[in-house]
């Protein structure tokens, strides 16, 4: 079982138990750094969250079946008062606990079911390319993006398309996604829509520019359409990299997904290869 999937499997055996990410690591034997940066990545929440949501939509279902005692509720969700159960449940379900008891009904609110404790998709990689690459100069819409919101990277390449071919000094052909910084008190990631640029590019108001170091990388392609590529980078993360004896550099810069001359936007398909950068191992 990997390390996201044991602490799927511990939160969903204790979540109204106090529960820390010492514990969850532990219990996954990876360190806190490594599982607070890859659930997020293969579950699109990050630990806090999913452990908050979990916990507020089995209250819901529990207020919506007609349970008598909102503090009894709030008490095995793991809230020591009325008031703080209130305030963590409005925030996310858009209602008060009372609301949700009175009307009885669980439709329109936005429950956290319990994730699978296997990848929905089965992925078979592909044997990587160890390559050691030169610095290679980025320059794109930078955003931060709630994990959570399945929809928000797709809609920032949306924002980034009509740049591709209109930026004088860009390199033509593939396109970059260069994750940053993950911080792990709001759940959110850094992450850029990003073309290769020369030293004279004029860029865009909007534009940043980064500068991503020499490194050696493992490239691993992904197969299929775009849309199965969380499958793919969880078998990355959880199963190849643990294996391969290479550790993963800390970010930023870390983590790159390589779309290909040939890739279609419109379609889906194309190539696509994740980039793990790798720490020196001399």
Known sequence: MSAVAKTIWMIE???????????????AGVSRYHLSHIFPRVTGYSISQYLRGRR????????????????SVA??????????????????????P???????????????????????????LSEPRIEDLPALRVAGLMERHDLTAAASMPAQWQRFA?????????????????????FERDGTL???????????????????????????YARLAHRGHITTIRSTIAAIIEEWLPRS?????QPPWSFIEYYGPDFNSSTGLGTVEIWIALEDQG
Do not use: W
């Open 190 to 216: 850094e992450y850029m829509s990003g073309m290769e640029v020369g030293d004279t590019a004029e860029l865009p108001p909007a534009f940043k520019l980064v500068t991503v170091p020499a490194q050696r």
């Open 56 to 71: 507020l939509s089995e209250a819901a279902k529990a207020l919506a079946g007609g349970a008598p005692d909102i503090l």
């Open 245 to 249: 004896g290479y550790r993963q550099k």
């Open 13 to 27: 055996s204790r979540f109204g138990l106090p529960l820390t990410l010492e514990e969850m690591a532990v219990h």
């Open 162 to 182: 009509p740049y591709l071919g209109n930026v004088p000094g860009a390199v033509a052909g593939a396109t970059y996604g260069l994750c940053g910084c993950y």
């Open 98 to 124: 009372d609301e949700v008891r009175r009307r009885q009904r669980l439709d329109g609110l936005p429950l956290v079911e319990p994730l699978r404790m296997d990848n929905a998709v089965s992925v078979k």
């Open 75 to 96: 008490l095995d969700a793991g809230y020591g008062s009325h008031e703080a159960f209130t305030r963590a449940f409005r925030d996310l379900m858009g209602l008060t």
